[in-house]
């Protein structure tokens, strides 16, 4: 079934389970009943995938920043492609 819907070989049933629960969790859904669990307990514990179901933090909606040296644009003084202003 995965390698008809382009999924990598490997990509089992458990994992697509755990993936759809997480994102009904996401998006406000009772992720239990949607597994057909019984338990809350056991949907949190074994099957919501913190990396989809964490809260976001503003920072992580902020592009990644580039933290190297800024270019020169020109020396101190008034000195443009190095000769004095």
Same mark, same amino acid.
């Given at each position: 079934?995965? $390698?008809? @819907?382009? /999924? !990598?070989?490997g990509?089992g049933?458990?994992?697509?389970?755990?993936a +759809?629960? $997480?994102? @009904?969790? /996401? !998006?406000?859904?009772?992720?239990?009943?949607?597994l057909?669990?019984? +338990?809350?307990?056991?949907?949190?514990?074994?099957?919501?995938?913190?990396?989809?179901t964490?809260p976001?933090r503003?920072?992580d909606?902020?592009?990644?920043?580039?933290l190297g040296e800024?270019?020169q644009?020109?020396?101190?003084?008034?000195?443009?492609?190095?000769?004095?202003?």
């Open positions: 079934m995965v $390698s008809d @819907v382009g /999924l !990598a070989e990509t049933f458990h994992r697509l389970r755990k +759809s629960a $997480s994102y @009904v969790a /996401l !998006a406000g859904g009772d992720a239990t009943e949607h057909g669990h019984a +338990s809350p307990d056991i949907t949190r514990q074994h099957y919501l995938d913190p990396r989809i964490a976001k503003a920072v909606y902020l592009p990644p920043l580039d800024p270019e644009a020109g020396r101190l003084g008034g000195e443009k492609d190095g000769n004095p202003a």
